[in-house]
């Protein structure tokens, strides 16, 4: 597991609303959409979720997106990531 720098931590905790919520897609499959987090480390935190969910997914437009439902678990990796919890919002329901 990388290690955080300090850096990262205080540009994350200043930066960003993180939303999670789940929607449907094409032949209503469920997605979890994570979006408002830094255009610099979407890459990277989507790689990360993916590995760490074991699902497939992709990042466009600004937004990370995951195959299934995911909302239950993505809080706890996020701030395991180093996003502080009071900026993550995760919306109950279907979007």
Request: charged content about 35%; hydrophobic content about 35%; some cysteine.
């Amino acid at each position: 597991m990388k290690e955080l720098c300090a850096c990262d931590i205080l540009e994350k905790e200043e930066t960003q609303r993180i939303r999670v919520y789940a929607t449907k897609k094409k032949f209503k499959k469920l997605v979890t959409i994570v979006e408002g987090i830094d255009k610099g480390k979407l890459v990277e935190t989507g790689r990360e979720l993916k590995q760490k969910l074991a699902c497939g997914g992709t990042v466009k437009e600004g937004v990370i997106i995951l195959q299934g439902d995911h909302k239950r678990n993505i809080k706890k990796l996020l701030v395991a990531s180093g996003y502080p919890e009071a900026n993550i919002l995760v919306l109950e329901g279907l979007q």
